[in-house]
């Protein structure tokens, strides 16, 4: 299967996806396995799976799976998620239009990613130290709780 790009966004696609990320997704660093370095994951989760074959469709590369259903009251839930590089191109297509603290979290990810990813998997020390440096960097950003809060005034 060859390896496809991400496909180039209109700004009223790249808005409305960059909505969806600050809505329903995550822009982070996650491994796949236990001993794996982590790498950049892009994923949108949702119960309306025809929102995400749009997303798929639109972006043209990344992947759609389904979640396991825990209860029988809960509804079925798909997540989209596209990794790697494929994520940085995305990422680079919807950046300015991002709100929410994935905002932060994208240009600092965007900065320094590709110098901090070797291709070919081979870490120096250096290297090493500084990606460990970035990861907390970019873990650390986080959703901030409101100042004042609704539920702090009815106490």
Not at 68 to 82: E, M, V
Request: glycine letters at 4%.
């Amino acid at each position: 299967m060859p390896y496809r790009t991400v496909k180039a966004l209109s700004p009223v696609d790249a808005a409305y996806m960059a909505g969806l990320i600050d809505g329903e997704g995550t822009v982070t660093l996650s491994r796949r396995h236990r001993n794996d370095q982590r790498q950049l994951v892009v994923s949108i989760a949702n119960t309306e799976r025809r929102l995400l074959e749009w997303t798929l469709n639109t972006v043209g590369a990344g992947k759609i799976t389904g979640k396991r259903i825990s209860s029988p009251l809960h509804s079925p839930s798909f997540t989209y998620s596209i990794a790697n590089r494929q994520a940085l191109q995305l990422l680079e297509q919807i950046a300015l239009y991002l709100r929410s603290y994935k905002a932060t979290r994208t240009q600092l990810i965007l900065q320094n990613y590709i110098n901090l990813t070797p291709r070919n998997g081979r870490y120096t020390e250096e290297i090493r130290a500084e990606r460990d440096r970035f990861l907390t960097s970019v873990l650390e950003i986080k959703a901030q709780e409101p100042a004042d809060s609704s539920a702090d005034r009815l106490l």
